[in-house]
């Protein structure tokens, strides 16, 4: 297996613990000293045992749909769609690795908006895979 297979694996890993609520096996893929920033509310998050506290306390009943994982080498994106107590909130992580794990991932979130009535003519819906299926690796 070469490496991108393998760190892919461990994102998918990632998302699919984060979805089980296995706080333990969804930080496994952090480094001690990672750092995780929140650009939108200005939070940064130092180390693997504090981002796993701030995720682990979190009040709301949450689940995770992975749409596209994309990435090579150091640096991987994935697109996600966060549910909190049913609300639906997509997001993207752009997550940069060091000697084989996250040494620094940004997160961004959207809430969903109402499509413009104006271009509704220009439009077709998202499917909720894009691809049809699994998304082929890079």
Known sequence: MNRDTETRARIEEHWAASERG?????????????????????????????????????????????????????????????????EPTHSVSIMEFARGFVAHETQYFADPFPAAPWRASLTEPIPANPSGGPRPAP
């Open 22 to 86: 296995d706080t333990g096996a969804e930080h496994e893929i952090y480094a001690a000293d990672a750092v995780l920033d929140y650009p939108q509310s200005g939070e940064r998050f130092r180390g693997r045992a504090k981002i796993q506290a701030q995720r682990g306390g979190h009040p709301a009943d949450r689940h995770f749909t992975v749409r596209r994982i994309s990435g090579r080498g150091n640096l991987w994106i994935s697109e996600c769609v966060i549910t909190y107590n049913g």
